[in-house]
Each structure stands twice: as C-alpha cells, then as structure tokens.
C-alpha cells in the first residue's frame, strides 16, 4: 500500500484501516470547508445583484437625480 507519504510499505490490516481512517479524516476537515466559504463568498455577490435587479427602477432613478446618493 501506499503511505500518507506516498512511500510503498507493507501494513497490517489494521495500519491500513488507520491509514484510511486517517485520510478521510483529513478530506472530510480539509476541502470542504474552503469550498463552502467560496460558496459563501459567491453567495453574498449574487445576494448583492438580485438586491440591484430588484430594485433597477429605483437604482436608475437614484443615480439619474441625485447628485450625492446615499449608500441605503
């Protein structure tokens, strides 16, 4: 089998179950959560333009008229 080091060895069934245990521990902890605050991060800039889409009429109308628009 193939070590976390990527080194061949032989092992017992027993440090293969580890071995296994060990890795899916470190997938499980590791990819996922970078991958969720992408998500996140994504999630809050569509939020962002379908708060703007929703509202374009009042967006255009704002930046038509008002010379200093507030940021709400």
């Given at each position: ?6 080194v061949?060895?032989v092992?017992s069934?027993?440090?293969a179950?580890s ?15 970078s ?8 999630l ?20 038509r008229?008002?010379?200093?628009p507030s940021?709400?």
């Amino acid at each position: 089998m193939l070590d976390k080091g990527l080194v061949p060895k032989v092992m017992s069934l027993r440090e293969a179950l580890s071995a296994f245990a060990a890795h899916r521990r470190e997938v499980w902890n590791g990819a996922p959560l970078s991958g969720w605050r992408e998500i996140r991060a994504r999630l809050e800039v569509l939020e962002g333009y379908l708060a703007v889409f929703l509202n374009l009429d009042k967006v255009i109308k704002i930046i038509r008229n008002e010379d200093e628009p507030s940021p709400s």
